[in-house]
């Protein structure tokens, strides 16, 4: 967030008639987002500046005077964003679940229905927008309360989508990690209870000299859980992270994943830990194919089974149209 708003100073500093900003929001925190746009909206409303921008966040959309909607280079709809919310009018409804049945559980069933465009669950409820022509089964409905809701820009984004993409159909077995798209509510383990924990961290510090960038943290992770860290820039969340994949020794506390040590057992530990980074981590002269190649022997797989991983990634990230090319090359 700050590099970002050094980046629009540096462009401000003469004044142009004219910003063009090309995704600034992109992986930014939610506070710096805000003090972006009021910077923003300080220059149109308060300097007169035009201001051309292009954005994937569709709340950012919304603020905009005039949007023009594209997928795959083609134009999907232009003008205010009142007339893109208004292609979802009398199609988008809150819906709230059943007792004993979760906005996750609900939102699951929802998104195999054929007449589902959209389907986000929203403060314990799930907010559904559904095509023209098709109803939602009124088995899957029974027992919930279904009470229609004005469309906001998203669910217009949505329905247009939908009628400019084929729906596909939904991933079957050997879908996300082997597991059908339809079986992910089941396997995630309630927050409490018996289940066993494979991250456990207890008061973890760490110092850089005078600075203290995670300050007496504790947490667990239960298998199957999904679990988040929540934070605006500098509040020690990649720290925490690189902490538990053992790239970063812990200055107090403890911490075991997986069952191993941190303090005594970094480069075990590593061994079972896959890790995104926040920044673009993979080699940029090496193709998609290349890179896939090197990560797969890298963690360990040989022959057969490192085949079919390679063509499991390709074929459900859609890479393949992809394989030769240079990653450094490719969209973020």
């Not at 490192?306 to 890479?319: S, T």
């Amino acid at each position: 967030g700050m590099k970002q708003k050094l980046g629009l100073a540096c462009t401000l500093v003469r004044s142009p008639e004219l910003l063009l900003l090309d995704e600034p929001t992109v992986g930014v925190d939610p506070m710096s987002r805000q003090e972006l746009w009021q910077i923003i909206l300080h220059l149109v409303h308060e300097e007169g500046q035009s201001v051309l921008m292009s954005t994937s966040y569709l709340d950012e959309a919304e603020r905009c005077g005039h949007v023009v909607v594209l997928h795959q280079g083609k134009v999907l709809a232009q003008g205010p964003p009142a007339e893109v919310s208004a292609v979802a009018t009398g199609r988008a409804f809150l819906l709230t679940p059943p007792a004993g049945q979760t906005a996750r559980g609900l939102q699951a069933r929802l998104l195999n229905q054929p007449g589902v465009v959209d389907a986000v669950p929203e403060g314990g409820q799930v907010r559904l927008v559904r095509s023209a022509a098709d109803a939602v089964s009124d088995d899957l409905l029974k027992g919930t309360e279904v009470k229609p809701v004005q469309p906001r820009f998203e669910d217009g984004f949505m329905v247009l989508l939908h009628q400019a993409v084929p729906p596909q159909p939904p991933l079957g077995k050997g879908g996300i990690g082997g597991v059908a798209a339809t079986d992910i509510t089941p396997h995630i383990a309630p927050a409490h209870g018996d289940a066993e924990a494979v991250i456990q961290v207890n008061d973890l510090v760490r110092r850089f000299g005078a600075f203290t960038a995670v300050d007496h943290v504790s947490f667990e992770v239960q298998r199957g859980q999904i679990f988040g860290l929540l934070g605006p820039n500098g509040a020690g969340k990649t720290t925490t992270f690189r902490i538990l994949c053992g790239l970063l020794p812990a200055s107090g506390g403890t911490l075991r994943v997986a069952g191993l040590d941190l303090r005594h057992a970094r480069a075990s530990a590593r061994q079972r830990i896959g890790y995104v980074a926040q920044k673009f981590s993979l080699y940029g002269q090496l193709t998609v194919s290349e890179n896939l190649e090197f990560f797969a022997s890298a963690y360990g797989l040989r022959g057969d089974l490192k085949r079919q991983r390679i063509d499991w990634a390709m074929q459900h990230f859609e890479l393949a149209p992809l394989a030769d090319l240079p990653s450094g090359e490719l969209p973020g």
